[in-house]
């Protein structure tokens, strides 16, 4: 499974239309069509029912969307992490690493 793969499959889920999918990532209908099938294969089951007017996904294909879209949402924050945490040294302040606890004065 790569990343591409999910890129599409999310992307037809979407449009509901692979033409629209590949136009939005920037592939051609094909390329779009084999990722698909790819994932598919490596996955073992169908993700989506083909129609004239486009595609649906199957029931599979709707458990499959959410884990996904966090998929590509990790690999996101993975090549993009927020350095709003991270002190000089590149690491997450200790605070945010260890959690402080606050005895209540009584």
Known sequence: M????????????DTGR???????LGYSQPAI?????CLE?????KL??????????TSDGRSVLSSARAVLT?????RNPRTDREDETGE?????AVPMFRKESA
């Not at 790569?2 to 889920?13: G, L, P, Q, Y």
């Not at 069509?33 to 099938?37: E, G, L, M, P, R």
């Not at 294969?41 to 089951?45: I, M, N, Q, Y």
């Not at 997450?92 to 945010?96: L, Q």
């Open 41 to 45: 294969r490596s996955l073992g089951f």
């Open 48 to 57: 989506f029912t083909r129609h004239p007017s486009g595609v649906r996904l």
């Open 2 to 13: 790569h990343e591409r793969e999910f890129k599409a499959f999310v992307s037809v889920a």
């Open 92 to 96: 997450p302040p200790v605070e945010a």
């Open 74 to 78: 990790l690999m996101n924050d993975i």
């Open 18 to 24: 692979m033409d629209a999918a590949a136009r939005q």
């Open 33 to 37: 069509t084999y990722q698909i099938q």
